[in-house]
């Protein structure tokens, strides 16, 4: 890890110190989603698998946050990148980014291990439940680490949607 990122890492808990200091009823939380974020890493996922993720929930609007990889049309899903131009020398998202993403109530990132840029977006978002795939994942970026066996993108959604259907 260069010195640049763990100085991001630092700056990034700094800044989020306060956030998510709560402790929170995950029923509740999953049963009044209405608006979800889902950072997507590299690698091959279908729509039909990012469904059986969100279906549970019913939300009212969902972004997909696209980081390293081809965005993937859903229908009636905001659909956003984020590149490598849209980070600081800390990699850490500009503060022009970081606005396009408040409000959320659920934020799911999928990387594994933790990636700095999407954890600090998910951490950011106003999300009260930031939920993360990666057990090792820091606190305050997530304050639920779900730890799964499946190493794909598909069995980590597919896993996620177990626990939102059997908890809200």
């Known amino acids: 890890m260069s010195i640049a990122e763990k100085l991001g890492i630092a700056v990034a808990k700094w800044r989020l110190r306060k956030v998510g200091q709560e402790s929170f009823n995950l029923h509740e939380v999953l049963s009044s989603v209405c608006r979800v974020l889902i950072v997507l890493p590299p690698g091959d996922l279908t729509v039909e698998e990012l469904d059986l993720l ?3 929930l019913s939300p009212e609007g969902v972004t997909l946050l696209c980081v390293g ?3 993937i049309p859903v229908d009636g899903w905001e659909v956003m990148e984020l590149s490598h131009e849209d980070l600081t020398l800390l990699r850490l998202p500009k503060k022009e980014v970081l ?15 933790y990636f700095l840029p999407s954890a600090y977006i998910c951490g950011a978002s106003g999300a009260s439940l930031r939920v993360s795939t990666d057990p090792e994942a820091p606190f305050p970026f997530f304050n639920l680490r779900y730890s799964t066996r499946a190493v794909s993108l598909g069995g980590r959604c597919c896993s996620l949607g177990k626990l939102f259907s059997s908890s809200a």
């Open 54 to 56: 969100v279906s549970p």
């Open 99 to 113: 606005k396009e993403f408040g409000g959320y109530d659920l934020a799911v990132d999928l990387h594994l291990p």
């Open 69 to 71: 990889r081809p965005s």
